[in-house]
Structure formats: C-alpha cells, structure tokens
C-alpha cells in the first residue's frame, strides 16, 4: 500500500494487497529456510508492518460498511476474528528469536491462517460486499480507503 495512485476499486484493491503479502510472505518463508537472521528479521519487519497497515485500513474502512448490510454481516464480524488471531500470532513471533523452532511453527501457522482469510475474502466476502453495498457505497468506501490512507 505504500504507493500513492489512486484506489479504482477498494476490492481490487485489496486483492492486489493480498498478493503482495502473500508474496512478501514467501519471500520470508524462503529466507527463513535459509537461515539468513539479518535479512529475515528485515523482510519480518516490512512484512508486519504492511500487514498491519492492511488489517487497519479493513478494520477501519471495510469492516464496518460490511457490518450494516445483512448479507455479509456475519463474514465482517468473523474476519475481525481473524485478524485477531494473526494479530496475536505476529505478537508472539515478535518475542521470539527468528531463528528458532517456536518461531518457525508461528510462521507457517500464520502462513496457513492469512492465506485462507484471503481466499475467504477474496472469493465470498468481497464478491457479497460488492453486490450488497452496490456502486454508490462502494464509491464512498474507495474514497474512505483514498482519506485513511491519504491519497
């Protein structure tokens, strides 16, 4: 999200997001592999960071828009679950050493928690968000995106 274009379309958006994080994501899984601490603490750093950008923008944003219409009421609520729990997951990583057994699992617990919450949003929550809010809401939430994230 750090590039400053203008959002066309907050889902797409998002989804272009996803793909980054899963990218970034990878990226760590890799070095981590490979035991290479001094860069796998850097790419941990941008990877937390971006992600936690993210999480705020459809916590900020999203969710609450997705609160109100009855259609996707229920997946809102339950992805501000899921961002707590790889919230906390992030935590816990932060405390211990990168190179570790522990830390390790954490991250392919957070790796198989984050990309099942993308494929949830992107192939229902997204998809319902889109026809329950219709094209003047969804214009109001891209302009919400744009001020938060002051484009």
């Known amino acids: 999200m ?3 274009s203008r959002i066309s379309d907050p ?29 796998q603490e850097k790419d941990f750093a941008q990877f937390r960071d971006r992600l936690k950008l993210h999480a705020d923008l459809e ?3 999203v ?3 997705l609160e109100r219409p009855v259609e996707t009421r229920d997946k809102a609520l339950e992805s501000y679950a899921e961002h707590h729990v790889i ?3 992030l935590e816990e990583m932060s405390l211990l050493q990168p190179d570790s057994e522990e830390w390790l ?18 192939q229902n929550l997204f998809p319902s968000a889109r026809n329950a809010l219709g094209q003047n809401r969804v214009h109001v939430m891209r302009t919400s995106m744009e001020e938060y994230l002051g484009r």
């Open 87 to 89: 919230r906390l997951t």
């Open 11 to 39: 889902f797409e958006h998002l989804t272009e997001d996803h793909r980054i994080l899963a990218d970034l994501l990878a990226i760590l899984a890799r070095v981590s592999r490979l035991g290479a601490r001094n860069t």
């Open 63 to 65: 969710y609450p828009a």
């Open 105 to 122: 699992l954490k991250l392919a617990l957070l790796t198989d928690n984050l990309l099942r919450h993308f494929e949830e949003e992107e």
């Open 59 to 61: 916590e900020a944003v």
């Open 2 to 4: 750090p590039q400053r």
